[in-house]
């Protein structure tokens, strides 16, 4: 498992000794060293039947293999990067807010209820599980963390989600009357609800 | 010392007699004391210079602010970041990530293909940076524009730095720079890594890269 720094706040490193690390397509700034770079497959390196999910999903996770020895920058659109250690549970996260994940990690997808309509992210998403660093990205400053419990459930833009860990149930809320119709909508028709336990990153921006 | 950073988006710099400051014209945002500005043309680099930021349209209009007094530079709120050169070897960099130099930094247009010949051209038009890049000479400071940020990375005789060309934003110090060409059958049926076109960096000094694939 590979150590995941911060260079600045929007720029990753990360140190390769000989093992692998998967990041997204073409957010590699710099190396030193010898690194190759390979696509990791359309089940972003998780094998033909994560492909398959993919595909029938809809849901696009491109991935890119970096192997070798050496330190690796990355980074993407100057968003702000943040590292979250995983500890064999699972992380829900919108596939183009994902820099880069450990090689202990799996990713896979999910079925992620209606909300995809609205969101325009596709009907699933991507889930990360394993032991090990994920990288995920956030546009407009850093993200911002929201502990959701029992008594106190969180409703989020579908825009502004980036990703969530825990015990949680993920449901759509819709709020559309009569106004919507009349084009006196206040924009915020869709939301997404989460109940249980957890933690919900948004970002500062809407997609 | 001229530029002091107000914030990751601001520097202000100190101007007296003799001590001129050059900036992208347009880049004032405020200034204090009795500064007058006066456009620049691109007189320095001589005929060739001339003629080659022509052929280029690498015109990025400079301007000198002269007089006594402090002036806030900035630039559609892009990143700043402040390089000091200790005549060791040129600052490169594009014209119009050029923000503000010292007026005793000595510029000239660099043709890339008279450095690297052909792939140097190649260079250029690959990583979309142009024909020719500006490099400043002498003592002195730049300011230096970028989409999120800079960060810094050595560059060492013997080890060689490798960057995504559309993320490159300067490289000072007796730096080489060569377009290495990484592609594979891969890229050809669509499933590359998005990183084929690489710019190696080669000789000792620093390359600065910015956070973004986006030009500016």
Not at chain 1, 62 to 82: I, N, R, S
């Amino acid at each position: 498992m590979q150590a995941f720094r911060t260079n600045g706040s929007r720029v990753l490193a990360i140190d390769l000794r000989g093992d692998a690390v998967r990041a997204a397509t073409g957010s590699m700034i710099a190396y030193i060293g010898e690194v190759t770079f390979r696509h990791a497959g359309s089940g972003g390196g998780d094998g033909l039947l994560a492909g398959l999910k993919r595909r029938a999903a809809g849901e696009s996770l491109p991935l890119m293999t970096c192997t070798g020895q050496g330190t690796v920058w990355f980074a993407k659109d100057a968003m702000e990067v943040t590292v979250v250690e995983l500890a064999g549970d699972t992380l829900k996260v919108e596939s183009e807010q994902l820099l880069a994940l450990s090689d202990g990690l799996r990713t896979d997808v999910a079925f992620a209820g209606v909300r995809g309509v609205s969101s325009g992210q596709g009907l699933f998403t991507t889930t990360v599980t394993g032991h090990g660093a994920v990288a995920l990205l956030s546009a407009g400053g850093p993200p911002i963390a929201l502990e959701v419990s029992p008594q106190f459930p969180l409703v989020v833009d579908p825009d502004a989600f980036v990703a969530s860990r825990g015990q949680l149930n993920q449901t759509f809320v819709t709020d559309v009357s009569w106004r919507n119709l009349i084009g006196e909508s206040s924009g915020e028709a869709f939301s997404l609800r989460f109940d249980g336990h957890g933690v919900v990153y948004i970002q500062p921006e809407e997609r | 010392m001229p530029f002091t950073k107000v914030n990751g988006k601001v520097v202000t710099a100190t101007v007296a007699p003799g001590r001129e400051v050059l900036a992208r014209r347009g880049a004032m945002l405020a200034y204090t004391g009795d500064v007058g500005f006066a456009p620049v043309h691109a007189g320095q680099g001589g005929i060739g210079g001339v003629a080659g930021r022509m052929m280029a349209g690498e015109q990025v209009a400079m301007m000198v602010a002269q007089g006594s007094g402090t002036v806030h530079y900035g630039f559609r709120g892009l990143h700043v970041t402040v390089i000091e050169l200790d005549g060791s070897g040129p600052l490169t960099v594009e014209a119009d990530r050029l923000l503000a130099h010292d007026a005793s930094l000595q510029a000239t247009v660099v043709f890339l293909g008279s450095q690297g010949g052909i792939r140097g051209a190649v260079r250029g038009a690959v990583s979309g940076q142009g024909l020719f890049t500006t490099q400043l000479h002498g003592h002195g400071s730049a300011a230096v524009l970028s989409h999120g940020g800079t960060i810094a990375i050595p560059v060492h005789p013997g080890a060689p730095t490798t960057v995504d060309p559309q993320a490159f934003v300067a490289h000072a110090g007796q730096v080489q720079a060569d377009i290495s060409l990484n592609a594979s059958w891969r890229d050809a049926v669509g499933r590359g890594s998005g990183e084929a076109i690489q710019l190696k960096l080669t000789g000792s000094g620093t390359v600065h890269v910015q956070a973004s694939e986006q030009k500016l």
